[in-house]
């Protein structure tokens, strides 16, 4: 398996480690108690929330597409922090002169941390569900949604 220091590819793993993902994935389906068991023998129970985190991973693995772990303090450039949420460069780079995303300057040029790409992402996301639950209201009062399904 390809690792690097953040990124994991399951495009390299092979036909054994392939079947030991599936071995695992059925695993958490029994209902056992998760748990990580040392060379030693030592076994360590994990807390719930770790454990349906790695189940995440291996599925994720076992769909065949890169996994990718970074700390929340993890520094970004403004193009990767661009394509992190799905803008162009030039956008952000509004955003971050606006203040609505703060930055950092690394000599001449502008880094983001993740945990403030990830709060403005939680915020937007929040601003267009409260719209579009507005919207829905105003069309809903206004008769022009018709909530049944029609039958043919």
Do not use: C, W
């Amino acid at each position: 398996m390809k690792i690097t220091e953040n990124r994991f590819d399951p495009s390299a793993l092979t036909t054994k480690q392939l079947r030991e993902l599936d071995r695992l994935s059925e695993a958490v389906l029994a209902d056992e108690r998760p748990a990580l068991v040392g060379q030693e023998g030592v076994r360590m129970e994990l807390p719930e929330p770790i454990f349906h985190l790695l189940v995440r991973v291996v599925r994720t693995m076992r769909e065949g597409k890169a996994v990718v772990l970074l700390p929340e303090s993890e520094s970004m450039t403004t193009q990767a922090a661009a394509d992190f949420l799905g803008v162009s460069r030039p956008f952000l780079v509004d955003l971050l002169e606006k203040g609505t995303i703060a930055h950092h300057k690394v000599g001449t040029h502008r880094r983001v941390y993740l945990k403030d790409l990830m709060e403005y992402q939680r915020q937007r996301d929040s601003r267009r569900r409260s719209t579009l639950d507005d919207l829905r209201r105003r069309v809903e009062a206004a008769g022009l949604y018709e909530k049944r399904i029609p039958t043919e």
